[in-house]
């Protein structure tokens, strides 16, 4: 009988150890949280050139240009110039200083591409914007997304920073070498971040 006991006692006392430690890992698998990442969020980039009249032009505006992720955006609302289509293009140097805008140099073409129109098989600059239309009030606007650029990354065949968005008073005709025979610089904007 008092084997049966002892028995009895050391089963129920390593019972009792047993149910002790499964509370305590329990007890800290409930104290203990998971730590997480947060996901990381995108970066926005933004940059931007005011547009200032060229050549006794009047043209007014501005282009915004967004980086999220390898995107890059632009939004240029413009103003002040004669009803129908023009051209706009990005030209190597973010120098507006010259009247007749030529201190902004000529496209901006860092990878030696003949002249033509955006995304063509046959080549382009990656300034070949290309042409918008002008309403009868003298506004116009041009969207573009692109993975072509970005913002200050400092990559030489994509970065747009000091670089100068030049409007022409005539239309690009996406043959003509190497600037498209678009016409007198009308208007002329530096690519600034903001």
Same mark, same amino acid.
């Given at each position: 009988?008092?084997?049966?006991?002892?028995?009895?006692?050391?089963?129920?006392?390593?019972?009792?150890?047993?149910?002790?430690?499964?509370?305590?890992?329990?007890?800290?698998?409930?104290?203990?949280?998971?730590?997480?990442?947060?996901?990381?969020?995108?970066?926005?980039?933004?940059?931007?050139?005011?547009?200032?009249?060229?050549?006794?032009?009047?043209?007014?505006? /501005?282009?915004?240009?967004?980086?999220?992720?390898?995107?890059? /955006?632009?939004?240029?609302?413009?103003?002040?110039?004669?009803?129908?289509?023009?051209?706009?293009?990005?030209?190597?140097?973010?120098?507006?200083?010259?009247?007749?805008?030529? /201190?902004?140099?000529?496209?901006?073409?860092?990878?030696?591409?003949? @002249?033509?129109?955006?995304?063509?098989?046959?080549?382009?600059?990656?300034?070949?914007?290309?042409?918008?239309?002008?309403?009868?009030?003298?506004?116009?606007?041009?969207?573009?997304?692109?993975?072509?650029?970005?913002?200050?990354?400092?990559?030489?065949?994509?970065?747009?920073?000091?670089?100068?968005?030049?409007? @022409?008073?005539?239309?690009?005709?996406?043959?003509?070498?190497?600037?498209?025979?678009?016409?007198?610089?009308?208007?002329?904007?530096?690519?600034?971040?903001?």
């Amino acid at each position: 009988m008092k084997k049966l006991s002892v028995l009895a006692l050391s089963t129920l006392l390593c019972f009792a150890v047993a149910c002790k430690k499964e509370k305590k890992e329990d007890k800290m698998s409930e104290d203990t949280t998971e730590v997480t990442e947060a996901p990381k969020e995108t970066m926005v980039k933004k940059a931007k050139a005011t547009l200032e009249a060229k050549s006794e032009s009047t043209v007014s505006g /501005s282009v915004v240009f967004k980086q999220e992720g390898d995107n890059v /955006s632009m939004t240029a609302l413009i103003s002040g110039l004669a009803e129908g289509k023009h051209a706009i293009h990005i030209h190597e140097k973010g120098d507006c200083s010259a009247t007749d805008g030529t /201190s902004a140099g000529g496209h901006w073409n860092p990878t030696g591409a003949p @002249h033509g129109k955006w995304g063509s098989e046959n080549g382009y600059h990656k300034g070949d914007i290309g042409n918008f239309n002008v309403d009868a009030k003298g506004n116009g606007t041009v969207n573009l997304t692109t993975d072509e650029w970005c913002i200050g990354c400092g990559d030489t065949n994509k970065d747009i920073l000091n670089k100068a968005i030049i409007i @022409h008073d005539g239309v690009d005709d996406f043959t003509s070498q190497p600037s498209g025979a678009a016409g007198t610089r009308v208007g002329c904007g530096v690519i600034a971040k903001m």
